[in-house]
């Protein structure tokens, strides 16, 4: 599964560590949206003021692609409704930078479909349920299910899925879907279309709204399921690790976070503000920012259940959850169900 830096050699990745380098960069154009989503990592998108212009957004992109990032990614917001979004695609081809784009669909018609395709995009389309009432409810948006599977037939019609023009899904996973998740991936699989299922981080919107919440042993279940069923179905080998199902998070290695007013932050989980662009350069922010420098030495400075897991080599859970449950980015992921017992006695 490629949606994240499995793409990215172990040697690549090393490498950039030792050289303060990028392979990637998360960028968010605005945060405005038209969905109201329960889970939604940002308290209030629509009270975003002194957003980034577009220079400032291209000047922020040519400093990463200076860094050695060789992909960016879109957040939001929500990118598909981003007035600009063309014009920022056509730059980022133009730069030869590979486009990842996390997407609701809102603005997903046949115009934009064709210019995702043309810049070979890769579009990770927000579906959280097959069934349009959950869907709706998760979204806060009554329409929300067909807006995304419109979305997804005009992806289609445009030539998505296919090797040069990537489609998957994301899903967070929550009390309302997880009896149906199952059957969505194999769906996903059986369509060609990548399943990105995570775990969702508890912050902002996730954090008031608990009923969304699954405990640890029944993700351990879910991961274990869909890994066999990967095996067994499609000849793909994972091992059930949290927080992404068939899929490793190691991006502190080597993407870092710009929000559309410009601060700098390790993910979208680890909120800390490291600094603004508009008051210094990336390759400054970032080469001088202990909790950076920390992430990346995470062997030596990740505590508890985390330090001494058998995955510590390959995994350190969820950065995000532990940051946003405990107040310190680098304690154990009480969410990961390896931890579960330790953090709980």
Known sequence: MQIYNLEFTEQEIRDAVATDRLLSMEIEFSRICNFHCSYCYVPDSNKCTNELSREEIKDIILQAKELGARKIIILGGEPSIYPHLVEMLRFLGKEGLEIEMFTNGSGVDKALAAVLAEEKVRVVLKLNSR?????????????????????LATLQEAGYPAVDRFLAISTVICRQNIEELPAMWQWLREEKIEPYFEVITPQANALKNIWLSVDSNELKELFTRLSAMDREQFDRHWEPQPPLAGNKCMRHQVSCVVTATGDVTPCVGVTIALDNIRNNRLAHILKNSEVINNLK???????????????????????????QLTGDY?????TCWRNAAENHN
């Not at 409810?137 to 009554?142: E, N, R, S, T």
């Not at 995470?298 to 995000?320: F, L, P, S």
């Open 330 to 334: 680098l304690a154990s992921d009480p």
């Open 131 to 151: 069934d349009e009432a959950i869907q709706d409810q998760l979204a806060g948006k009554k329409g929300a299910f067909r807006i995304i599977n419109r979305a």
């Open 297 to 323: 030495n995470y062997r030596q400075m990740i505590k508890g259940a985390c330090r001494t897991c058998e995955k510590a080599e390959e995994c350190y859970g969820c950065r995000g959850a532990a940051y």
